[in-house]
């Protein structure tokens, strides 16, 4: 047995460390947390200053007794988790757990896995920080409180099965307050003059320049005037200015940046960033992911100059200091980098070489130098009109860090990029060859993406570099946001262009709102904002969530005692729960539309039991009342009278196959069509209202011959076995649980007692759940 025993939190990590260490030294995986707070009762003792119960969760059991068994064997002992809160944490869990001896146990910490980074951490071991512990158990305690207080009130007050979370509840306020700026906004037009006019250039050859007017107007008669005075007015350039201007690189990579930009220029959510992200760092390909600072070591700066010089020449250097703005910074030292800058790319999967790639670039681009660039601008006179015509050019003189990289931004407007301009004098005559007033109209917000989100998340001070990935994806798995596109629509709009000595107006149409990866709040997700925003102020305000996070900073620092901020916050939090729990009425978002022509009952929408819900009547009425389910891209908020009056057409019957009808309606899970006590659903492209009969049998036709495909083969005497086509590859199932079939095996080719290899190849599939994934409560090595 070794006379060091290193125990790091993920197994990748383990394997990664254990390379650079030599044969004194085992390296074990705790594989993430080993013990929580307790998931029966609250977890938490109020009666003894709010001391957390913890315990071992059943999944991790082994792995405690495994990690014990090898600390009684070993001399030292060294705590090798992540350098932040969470990080010590889990090194202090593994501390009181294991029954460790101070004498002989050492916390070690760094933000990149390399041989150096570890033999300089060994070199200079510390103790526990038990203040960024407490920063940890504070976050945790809180959070549970909260969410164990405040999710019986919402399954009382809105509807049950519905939880709560301080920093969740504030994230889906800001995408339904968003949805709301967007329902409110009214479009308002105005003309936009566009000229393109024709010349020569200072050689004497024909040219022609593309010109603004800078002035819009707001009124139809008024774009039409002013091009009625162009018909006979002249145009000369007033002026020709050029003036140089420099653009600077972004500074490296923070957890909240990275996110963003993967998110623009690979397409990533949030999850998946850091989910490549800590693949990469466990590797040793890149330093620590989860980080707000941007500042980089002495060493990253001297290395990224020798790798500039080696790739662009000496001139592309400009060796930068980055300082953080962010308040609070604490997570690492580091921005997020490659370990080694001359490795330009890296093994691994797909994934895994883009993401490294951009964080390659940013990082070797943050030490390059400017870009130098050179503007010019033309202004151009309309004889007998105050108004001027504009264009503007711009050139790159010297491409600086562009060689290399150019951060993206969130900006969704339709601005041209600027081009080079000919070469013009003052003075110089110019006739129109036609000249466009082009109906234009102001864009509506944009609803957020995942990546802004993040941003507006940090703008806010709210959470930290390891809370923003959980936080959009426990939003969207509680159904309180979902993620989708928009499909765009046609807008009409007006143009006036003068082409000649004639004037033509025209209507021409143009596709516009189309959205991509959006975030869009649920009517559940509205009505439990709406509530909580009513009941619970403090805990949907953002300043409070972020000066809780600030306390969270000062209890890291060691400048407030932990126990002592959670007993201020509940002391005043939980008196409003129960007055909510007694005095407070029941909130089903309901929203009244109008009367049912038929029936002259009232129409409205509300959440039921099941979803979204239109009613006609009410419980007061001696007749009952009439429900039907709206559809998937309805919404209680924004749903027309005449919209909610064809859902109760519904369920229809499209006509009849194999002598049986078909009907279509809407249930708890969207439209679908009934035959012979068979349900089929349709897909988001067909409209209930509208399917045929041809298209109902298509669908039906296309699921059942998709369920034939997906039985490969049935095995044993009683066909105990199930060879099955998954969404991911085959796979076999036996006794309800499924097991892989290796890569290089035929899934055809399978026989019985192949399959009860397998069987006992993957012992603790047993233990898993859905398909293959971890066990059943598990978390994932690493972060929880």
Known sequence: MSKNLVIVESPAKAKTIEKFLGKDYQVMSSFGHIRDLAEKGIGIDFENNYKPDYIVSTDKKKVVSELKKATKLAETIWLASDEDREGEAIAWHLYDELKLKPNNTKRIVFHEITKDAIINAIEHPRDIDLHLVDAQQARRVLDRIVGFELSPVLWRKVRPSLSAGRVQSVAVRLIV????????????????????????????QPVELKADLQQR?????????????????SFSIESISTKPTKKSPAPPFTTSTLQQEAARKLSFSVSQTMM?????????????MRTDSVNLSSLAIDTSKAEIISMAGQKYVHPRKFNTKTKGAQEAHEAIRPTYMNAHTVEGTAQEKRLYELIWKRTIASQMADAEL?????????SGSTYQFTASGEVIVFDGFLKVYLESTDDESDTENESLLPALKEGEKLSYIEIAAQERFTQKPARYSEASLVRKLEELGIGRPSTYAPTISTIQNRTYVEKGDRQAEKRDFNLLKLKGDKISDTIKSENTGAEKSKLFPTDIGI??????????????????????????DHIADGKINWTKSIDKFYKKFHPIVEDTLKNSERQV???????????????????????PLAQIGTSEEEEKPVFASLRKDQSIESITLE????????????????GKVMTVAIGRFGPYIRHDNAFYSLPKTDDPMSVTTERAIEIMEEKRNAEKNRTISVLGENGEIQVLNGRYGAYFTFNKINYKIPKDTEASSLTFEKCQELIAAQPDAGEKKKGFGRKAGAKKGGKK
């Open 589 to 611: 978002g309901e929203r009244i539309l109008g009367t049912d022509p038929a029936s002259g009952r009232q129409l409205s929408v509300k959440i039921g039991k099941f979803g």
């Open 217 to 233: 107007f707001t009124e139809k008669k008024d774009a039409a005037a002013f091009l009625e005075k162009c018909k006979n007015a």
């Open 374 to 382: 050179e503007k010019t601008t033309i202004n151009i006179n309309v």
């Open 527 to 552: 009505v439990v904002t709406d509530f909580l925003t009513e009941y619970f102020p403090d805990i949907l305000n953002y300043n409070f969530t972020a000066d809780v996070e600030k306390e969270f």
């Open 643 to 658: 919209e909610a009056l064809e859902l109760f057409k519904l369920p229809r019957q499209v006509g009849e196959y194999e």
């Open 177 to 204: 307050e968003r949805e709301r700026e967007i329902n409110q906004f009214t479009a308002v037009s105005a003309y936009k003059v566009s000229a393109l006019f024709k010349t020569t250039d200072v050689n004497g």
């Open 276 to 288: 490549v992200a800590q693949r990469l760092y466990e590797s040793g390909n890149i330093t620590y």
